[in-house]
């Protein structure tokens, strides 16, 4: 069954369907500093682990960004705050990546984001969030030596 959205709320998807936007790193070669993108008209900033890198494999429709204190700083919306954050892992993903929702600055789980393992390929796993403040920032974080993959990155903002 499909979750209601309530009325007035806004979905804002990441796909690796295809390349998330045009200069989005190629997984084979990726990224190893941060960089911000505009993908669906919003900034996203990706930022791997030291020593790590992310990128687009179009092999397998994922993005992998890397290892512990690896991130995807989200979106923040005018005016909306973000509710409910749900993943769709890759085919081959790791099974025991822990992935949170924390704070701009990576410091703090979000009430309803604490860490949780990513345990399924192909597995969907999401957060509802509380207390979470309009125009704001959160990082979508690893928490252990694993790397991350995603297929779909759903954003649920009231």
């Not at 936007?21 to 070669?29: H, L, N, R, V």
């Not at 005018?78 to 600055?105: H, Q, W």
């Amino acid at each position: 069954p499909e979750e209601e959205v309530t009325p007035g709320a806004l979905e804002v998807v990441l796909s690796a369907a295809e390349r998330p936007c045009a200069d989005f790193p190629d997984g084979k070669t990726g990224a190893k500093e941060l960089a911000t993108y505009t993908i669906g008209g919003y900034e996203w900033t990706f930022s791997p682990s030291e020593g790590n890198k992310f990128g687009w494999y179009d092999d397998k429709n994922y993005i992998l960004w890397g290892k512990q204190g690896g991130y995807i700083l989200m979106p923040a919306i005018e005016g909306k705050k973000l509710t409910s954050v749900k993943i769709l892992t890759g085919v081959g993903a790791s099974k025991n990546v822990s992935v949170g929702v924390y704070d701009a600055n990576g410091e703090e789980a979000v009430a309803g984001g604490e860490a949780i393992v990513l345990a399924e390929q192909a597995g969907e796993f999401s957060w509802t969030l509380t207390g979470t403040e309009v125009n704001t920032h959160y990082q979508f974080r690893i928490t252990n030596a694993y790397n991350a993959q995603l297929q779909t990155l759903t954003l649920i903002y009231e």
